[in-house]
């Protein structure tokens, strides 16, 4: 059985602030995939990014980054010059050998101008 | 391109009444479903996934149901609703196994 901890549930910052979101997980699949989805207000899901556990190489979106460690089994997710529309609740989740997606239970990001 | 569409957006329905949610997906064919819930709090609880017409995967025991009549189509169902069944009710669908999902806008389940 998978599961990810997502030790902070709500953080505000100011904005242009940098803000690291952490994500820990377990698994005894050897092949998993872990995933960052973005709750806006508004309640839909978006995908912000899918790695595999083959895969450490970190990865720079725009001012996003994320930071997977297997060793540490993290797959952090920063956040560099923090806007107001990045206010939402963050998840992280995992899928192993299964058809299973399972979620962490989100940390909410409120980024005040 | 893929485009996921649910409804009704919003519902307030009395304890004891039935309930029919839809999800459709255009754009993409046998595709995986799924149907979660998120309670106050914010956690997401897988419900129900399809991997194929008529192929249902239930996640958790309650009252609730899913059917899959159509390819591109998942339906989520109860005969009784309880208070505990109140909500956001959120369908993905997923192309391969290993993919990503994809969520719609959701349906926000009142239950008074």
Known sequence: AQKVTQAQTEISVVEKEDVTLDC?????????????????????????????????????????????QKSTSSFNFTITASQVVDSAVYFCAIQGGSEKLVFGKGMKLTVNP | SQTIHQWPATLVQPVGSPLSLECTVEGTSNPNLYWYRQAAGRGLQLLFYSVGIGQISSEVPQNLSASRPQDRQFILS???????????????????????????????????
């Open chain 2, 78 to 112: 109860s005969k009784k609703l309880l208070l505990s069944d109140s909500g956001f009710y959120l369908c993905a669908w997923r192309f391969l196994r290993e993919g990503e999902q994809f969520f719609g806008p959701g349906t926000r389940l009142t239950v008074l």
């Open chain 1, 24 to 68: 820990v997980y377990e698994t005894r699949d050897t092949t998993y995939y872990l995933f960052w989805y973005k709750q806006p207000p508004s309640g839909e899901l978006v995908f912000l990014i899918r790695r595999n556990s083959f895969d450490e190489q970190n990865e720079i979106s725009g001012r996003y980054s994320w930071n997977f």
